[in-house]
């Protein structure tokens, strides 16, 4: 069984601030990891993912994440906050063993503070 | 990116008519293509898996009978909401499978807003 932790709905950030979102996951098989973003009334959009390799990824928008096995975590950071960073963000876990079925967290709503 | 398209983005339509909505992948050939619904403020629930020329495969408390999935082609999707009640209002959101290449990810639809007067 596979499923994804999102600590904390609602974060609140200053304009330049760092963004920390935290993600823990579970999963009995080597697990596939994604962030994702939604704007109000629109989809997801992919931020970044884990599958395999390293553990650091790099996303769009300057959002990066690791993979922490030790730790089952793969937070979503980025150094300074921008006023278009204010959204949605759910993080989501499957591996090929789920035929990529995705499991996904809550979601952390982000505002980002002018 | 891969592109995945979903029409229409909004409907409104009366209780007890039918809607469909489709879900197409513009830039790749999706053999599986899953739907989710989405409620305010709340997470992705999965709702059916779509395989191309087999029956789609319903999660637990889900419809099939109300929730008709039709995966015709390799790119085309279709979920018809019959006999729409006001409850059934939500955020329908596809994503199609992309196996190409080194990874294998999905890509997620901008979603459709229904809303059953």
């Known amino acids: 069984a596979q499923s994804v932790t999102q600590l904390g709905s609602h974060v609140s950030v200053s304009e330049g601030a760092l963004v920390l979102l935290r993600c823990n996951y579970s999963?009995?098989?080597?697990?596939?990891l994604f962030w994702y973003v939604q704007y109000p009334n629109q989809g997801l959009q992919l931020l970044l993912k884990?599958?395999?390799?390293?553990?650091l990824v790099k996303g769009i928008n300057g959002f990066e994440a690791e993979f922490k096995k030790s730790e089952t975590s793969f937070h979503l950071t980025k150094p300074s906050a921008h006023m278009s960073d204010a959204a949605e963000y759910f993080c989501a876990v499957t591996s090929q063993n789920t035929g990529n079925q995705f499991y996904f967290g809550t979601g952390t709503s982000l505002t980002v503070i002018p | 990116g891969a592109v995945v398209s979903q029409h229409p983005s909004r409907v409104i339509c009366k209780s007890g008519t039918s809607v469909k909505i489709e879900c197409r992948s513009l830039d790749f050939q999706a053999t599986t293509m899953f739907w989710y619904r989405q409620f305010p403020k709340q997470s992705l629930m999965l709702m059916a898996t779509?395989?191309?020329?087999?029956?789609?495969?319903?999660e637990q408390g889900v419809e099939k009978d109300k929730f008709l999935i039709n995966h015709a082609s390799l790119t085309l999707s279709t979920l018809t909401v019959t006999s729409a009640h006001p409850e059934d209002s939500s955020f329908y959101i596809c994503s199609a499978r992309d196996v190409a290449g080194y990874t294998d990810t999905q890509y997620f639809g901008p979603g459709t807003r229904l809303t059953v007067l």
């Open positions: 999963s009995s098989v080597p697990p596939y």
């Open positions: 779509s395989n191309e020329g087999s029956k789609a495969t319903y």
């Open positions: 884990y599958t395999t390799g390293a553990t």
